[in-house]
C-alpha cells in the first residue's frame, strides 16, 4: 500500500536502524553497520525497465478517478479496516525516505529504515531501554496512552499535538492512528492477560513475552486474515506447502523494490471518499479526517476530540452487542480507480496539490520496474498456468481506452497492471488476480519465514505445530485455529467506547 496518503513520505523521525543496537527488546536482528536494503524481485527483468514520459502517464493517471463518493462496487469480501490495516502494516516493513524529486534509479542503492519482517518495529521502537519515551514512566512494560476527552482513545502525544509512536507516518490519518492505538493496546492487554495467568512473570522477561504473543498474533492476522483475503483463497498455505518460487533469498529477507513502488500500493485503490466512522460523523468525508491528526497541525495538547474515536463495528466483523443494523464500511473494489480526493493531495499553500496516481505511476518509471506483462510472463515462467492479460483486456473502460491511446496495452506500468489484472481477473476486483495474488502472498509469506523470532521459525516450526489457539494462554477467538482482526479488537473491549 505503500504510503497510502502520501508516496513522497515525511523524512525519517524514528529511524528504527541504529548501528549502535543490534538487538531490540530482545530480538537479535544481525545488523550490520549499514541499514537493509530495498532488492529486486525479479533481477533477471532489470535491463528491461518500461518508460513513458510524463505526459503519458498524466493522461492514464487523470482517468483512474471513481467518480462516485459512495460507490456501489464495494468488495464484499473486505471490510474497510483492513484498508488501514495495510496501511499499519507497509509502515512496519518499510520506510523509504527519498521523495520524487530526489528518487534513484538504482533499487540496490535504496535504504529501508524498516526491518523487512512483520516484527512490529514501528510499534515497539527499540524497547522500553532505549525508546522509554513510549513506555508508561510507572510500568514500562507498557505503552502509553494517549486521551480523547475522558476516554484513552489517543495516541500520546507532545504539546504540539504530534504523536509519541514508534512510526509518525501511523498518524497520517485518523484510521491508521486508531489502528496503532489498538495495537498499543494490543500489547498492554496481554500484559494484563499474563500478570493473570502467569504472576511469575515479570520485568524484561514479562514484556519480551508479551511482545511475542503480540507479534505471533499479528503474524497469523496478517498472513491468513489479511491477505488471504485480498489473494486467491488457500494461496498462503499452498505457497507453504510447495515453496516459494519468486521471493527468495539467501539468509534475510529484503523489500522487494517492484513489491513497495508498485504491487503494494494496491492500497490506494481501496480508499473509500466517504465513511460511516461513528454514529456523531455517519457519512464523513475522508480528507476531513486525514486532517484531523498531529501531521497536519491541528491537534494540539488536547489530542482528538472524543466525538471522533472510530467505532470499529463500523470498520471490522465483531460481533457483539448492538451490530445488528449499523452502516457498515467496505473497502473499494481492487481496480485502476481512485478515489477523487486523491488526485489532489493536500499542498502547502500556493503550491500544486500533487495527483497520487501520477506519483505512483511516475516513481515506477523512475525506479526502472518492469512492464506489468514482462512481470506477468516471467511470473507464469516459474508457476505454469499463470495468465498473462491481453491487449483487449487491459483497453477495457475508460481508464483502458487511454491505456491503449498510450500504448499501455502492449506494455503497462506493474501498479496499473496489477489494478487492471484485479479489476479483469480478480472475481470483478473483489481480490487480486493471479499475478499480484502470488506476488503479495509469496512476499508475506517470506518475510515471516525470513524473520527467525517468527512464529514459523523460531523454537516452534510451522508443521502445525503452533496456531493461536495451541498457544500456552490461548487469547479469546471465534473460531478454533483462527484469529483475526476482528477478534483481536475485541480481545482488547474497546471497539465502541463512545457507546451508540
Not at 4 to 10: A, K, V, Y
Not at 333 to 340: C, I, V, Y
Not at 381 to 401: F, H, L, N, R, Y
Not at 443 to 466: M, Q, T
Request: with cysteine; net charge negative.
Amino acid at each position: 500500500m505503500g504510503q497510502l496518503i502520501t508516496s513522497t513520505g515525511h523524512g525519517s523521525l524514528h529511524r528504527t536502524f541504529d548501528p549502535k543496537h543490534e538487538k531490540i527488546a530482545g530480538r537479535n536482528l544481525g545488523r550490520v553497520n549499514a541499514p537493509p536494503l530495498f532488492g529486486q524481485m525479479f533481477p533477471t527483468l532489470a535491463d528491461e525497465p518500461h518508460t513513458a514520459d510524463d505526459a503519458a502517464l498524466r493522461a492514464l493517471a487523470d482517468v483512474m478517478i471513481e467518480a462516485d463518493v459512495n460507490p456501489s462496487g464495494d468488495a464484499t469480501n473486505i471490510p474497510a479496516g483492513f484498508t488501514y490495516l495495510g496501511q499499519f502494516i507497509d509502515h512496519d516493513i518499510s520506510l523509504d525516505t527519498s521523495s520524487i524529486s530526489d528518487v534513484t534509479s538504482d533499487p540496490l542503492a535504496l535504504e529501508n529504515f524498516r526491518t523487512p519482517c512483520l516484527d512490529l518495529d514501528s510499534l515497539y521502537g527499540r524497547g522500553p531501554g532505549d525508546t522509554n519515551f513510549l513506555y508508561q514512566k510507572g510500568d514500562k512494560q507498557k505503552f502509553l496512552i494517549g486521551t480523547s476527552g475522558a476516554l484513552p482513545n489517543d495516541l500520546p502525544r507532545n504539546p504540539e499535538g504530534l504523536a509519541i509512536i514508534g512510526d509518525h507516518r501511523n498518524d497520517e490519518n485518523l484510521l491508521v492512528a486508531q489502528t496503532h492505538l489498538a495495537f498499543l493496546k494490543f500489547h498492554n492487554k496481554v500484559i494484563d492477560h499474563l500478570r493473570d495467568k502467569e504472576p511469575a512473570l515479570a520485568g524484561d522477561a514479562l514484556f519480551l513475552e508479551a511482545r511475542r504473543i503480540v507479534t505471533w498474533h499479528y503474524q497469523w492476522i496478517v498472513l491468513f486474515d489479511f491477505v488471504g483475503r485480498l489473494t486467491e483463497p488457500g494461496l498462503v498455505l499452498k505457497i507453504k506447502d510447495e515453496g516459494r518460487k519468486l521471493y527468495r533469498f539467501k539468509k534475510r529477507p529484503f523489500m522487494p523494490i517492484e513489491f513497495a513502488t508498485a504491487v503494494y500500493r494496491l492500497g490506494h485503490s481501496m480508499v473509500r471518499e466517504r465513511y460511516s466512522h461513528n454514529k456523531n460523523f455517519l457519512d464523513a468525508q475522508f480528507l476531513n479526517f486525514f486532517e484531523f491528526t498531529g501531521l497536519s497541525g491541528f491537534l494540539g495538547p488536547n489530542g482528538l476530540p472524543d466525538n471522533w474515536i472510530i467505532d470499529w463495528r463500523r470498520f471490522y466483523e465483531v460481533k457483539g452487542s448492538n451490530t445488528g443494523g449499523l452502516p457498515f464500511n467496505f473497502a473499494r473494489k481492487l481496480d485502476p480507480l481512485l478515489a477523487a480526493e486523491l488526485h489532489t493531495l493536500p499542498a502547502p499553500p500556493g503550491q500544486q496539490r500533487p495527483s497520487l496516481p501520477f506519483l505512483n505511476l511516475k516513481r515506477g518509471v523512475i525506479r526502472g520496474l518492469p512492464s506489468g506483462q514482462a512481470v506477468a510472463k516471467f511470473v507464469r515462467s516459474k508457476i505454469g498456468g499463470t495468465p498473462v492479460m491481453t491487449p483487449d483486456q487491459i483497453a477495457t473502460g475508460p481508464d483502458g481506452a487511454v491505456a491503449k491511446a498510450q500504448g499501455f496495452d502492449e506494455a503497462s506500468p506493474l501498479w496499473y497492471y496489477i489494478l487492471k489484472e484485479a479489476q479483469v481477473l480478480g472475481d470483478r476486483g473483489n481480490r487480486l488476480g493471479p499475478v499480484g495474488s502470488r506476488i503479495v502472498a509469496e512476499v508475506f509469506l517470506g518475510l515471516v519465514a525470513g524473520d527467525k523470532d517468527s512464529f514459523i521459525r523460531d523454537e516452534n516450526p510451522w508443521s502445525g505445530k503452533w496456531s493461536p489457539d495451541k498457544e500456552a494462554h490461548p487469547l479469546p477467538a471465534d473460531e478454533a485455529g483462527k484469529f483475526t482482526m476482528a477478534d483481536m479488537l475485541n480481545f482488547v473491549d474497546d471497539i465502541n467506547p463512545t457507546g451508540d
